[in-house]
Nanobody, 114 residues
Framework: QVRLVESGGGLVQGGGSLRLSCTAS????????MGWYRQAPGKQRELVAQ??????NYADSVKGRFTISRDIAKNTVDLQMNGLKPEDTAIYLC?????????WGQGTQVTVSS
């Protein structure tokens, strides 16, 4: 089993920055994919960014503002979010995929005021 713990969410003014961090623990922590999704009230969960051995990909809405990075030795994946907008307000969920399954964290709230 894999356990994911997110941190770094909070309230920020528009134009501000936040850094989210996710730490994975447990067995099977060799991940093919690590990433972040978000879910806003009344909306579907959507991919924000993910990172694999082949590179990174981002939602069009965050390109140029968000940067995803991982530390394989520490089993962490971070999301640096700059130039935040009110429409970025959502619960951000960490997700990883190993050879067996996809796992989700419980999420961290990001609220951007206008």
């Amino acid at each position: 089993q894999v356990r994911l713990v997110e941190s770094g969410g909070g309230l920020v003014q528009g134009g501000g920055s936040l850094r989210l961090s996710c730490t994975a623990s447990g067995s099977g922590t060799r991940f093919n994919v690590m990433g972040w999704y978000r879910q806003a009230p009344g909306k579907q969960r959507e991919l924000v960014a993910q990172i694999t051995s082949g590179g990174t990909n981002y939602a069009d809405s965050v390109k140029g503002r968000f940067t995803i990075s991982r530390d394989i030795a520490k089993n962490t994946v971070d999301l640096q979010m700059n130039g935040l907008k009110p429409e970025d307000t959502a619960i951000y969920l960490c997700t990883v995929i190993n050879s067996y399954a996809r796992y989700w964290g419980q999420g961290t709230q990001v609220t951007v005021s206008s």
